[in-house]
């Protein structure tokens, strides 16, 4: 009796409750301990100096970015160390994620969903440093040469972290195509075939995407609308590949998942 009561769904349940209560703590943890460092070093004034150079380098000489709200010159560097903080404690989140859920997958089922859950931070990572190393620069020299002369150019911080926050998830997120891809064909979705097939309307849709989420100049649009392209052409190679290497094993080897 004691042994069935141990086994039963409610303890189970339960259980499961704590474990996941566990993780959060843990992941929590690594955040705090995350935020504290940067806190330390470098700080959170200069983090944002780091984050503003690419629309500092695009000024004139001399000019800096200006703060409107009175706790501004506060909040928008503490913000972005927050940010950056779950970006530095992101492995340490996929991990515990992983850790509470791979005793329920079977053998073949750890090989899909681990590379993808790396795959897709890393790449969405990706995104991001692309955006911020080889986009930001080029689009705000671009745009401050269209500015008139009689304007003074003084962005301000808040406006310019919310516009390098929707820039940077924009790339992140379109840097996740050929995990989109790969999932598509694995789980049946959609064939390989099909999806090789539809490529004009990618590009046009990449093309559009990339006009709706970006400012209207032609250098931000194209830095978005090629890569993305490029990336689904990547899924479409990447694909069987992928397929292959994570088909399940025979019936008589499920039960030994995991």
């Known amino acids: 009796m004691s042994d069935d009561k141990e086994h039963s769904p409610e303890e189970s ?7 996941l209560r566990d993780r959060l703590v843990k992941i929590l943890g690594g955040l705090i301990l995350a935020c504290a460092a940067l806190m330390i070093w470098p700080g959170p004034s200069a983090i944002y100096d780091f984050l503003a150079q690419p629309m500092l380098a695009s000024l004139p000489a001399g000019s800096k970015m200006i703060a409107t709200g009175v706790i501004s010159p506060f909040l928008v560097p503490m913000k972005v160390t927050l940010l950056l903080a779950f970006m530095v404690a992101l492995p340490w989140i996929l991990y515990q994620v992983w850790a509470f859920i791979a005793p329920g997958l079977y053998t073949h089922e750890k090989r899909l969903v681990a590379p993808l859950v790396i795959s897709s931070s890393l790449l969405f990572l990706s995104g ?24 003074s150019i003084a962005p301000d911080i808040e406006n310019y972290l919310d516009f390098i926050i929707s820039m940077c998830l924009a790339f992140g997120v379109t840097f996740e195509v050929p995990v989109v891809v790969v999932v598509l064909v694995r789980v049946g979705l959609v ?6 097939a539809i490529r004009p309307y990618v590009i046009v849709g990449a093309f ?9 100049d032609i250098v931000s ?25 994570t088909q399940a094993p025979p019936a008589a080897d499920e039960s030994s998942g995991s």
């Open 208 to 216: 559009v995407i990339a006009a709706i989420v970006t400012p209207p």
């Open 221 to 245: 649009q194209f830095s978005l609308a090629v890569p993305m392209i490029l990336l689904y052409e990547l899924g479409l190679l990447i694909a069987p590949l992928f397929v292959r290497a």
């Open 13 to 19: 349940f339960i259980s499961h409750l704590v474990e």
């Open 128 to 151: 991001v440093a692309f955006c911020y190393f080889l986009v930001f620069g080029r689009v705000f020299k671009f745009i401050n040469e269209f500015a008139p002369t009689s304007i």
């Open 191 to 196: 064939s390989l075939e099909k999806l090789k």
